[in-house]
Nanobody, 112 residues
Framework: QVQLVESGGGLVQPGGSLRLSCAAS????????MLWHRQAPGKERELVAR???????TYAASVKGRFTISRDNAKNTVYLQMNSLKPEDTAVYYC??????WGQGTQVTVSS
């Protein structure tokens, strides 16, 4: 059984930065694709970033160049570094281990 626990969310001003962390329990983390999704109020959940077992990354167009996904297999942890944050980045951010394990989510609010 896999459990995912996110941390690092909070309130930040536009232009600021946050780093989200997602700690995974269970075995096999290093061979799993890890993803970050987000869901804003009244909107569907969307994929933000993905990192494969070999470290290949992909990003949504809306965050490319501002967000960076990374992983530390020794710590069973995936990160999302978010820079140049905008109000439209406000959402609950969810960690996911492919295919179907989800964290509980962490709130990110970008506001002055």
């Amino acid at each position: 059984q896999v459990q995912l626990v996110e941390s690092g969310g909070g309130l930040v001003q536009p232009g600021g930065s946050l780093r989200l962390s997602c700690a995974a329990s269970g075995s096999g983390f290093s061979i799993k694709t890890m993803l970050w999704h987000r869901q804003a109020p009244g909107k569907e959940r969307e994929l933000v970033a993905r990192i494969t077992s070999d470290g290949s990354t992909t990003y949504a167009a809306s965050v490319k160049g501002r967000f960076t996904i990374s992983r530390d297999n020794a710590k069973n942890t995936v990160y999302l570094q978010m820079n140049s944050l905008k109000p439209e980045d406000t959402a609950v951010y969810y960690c996911r281990q492919f295919p179907a394990y989800w964290g509980q989510g962490t709130q990110v609010t970008v506001s002055s």
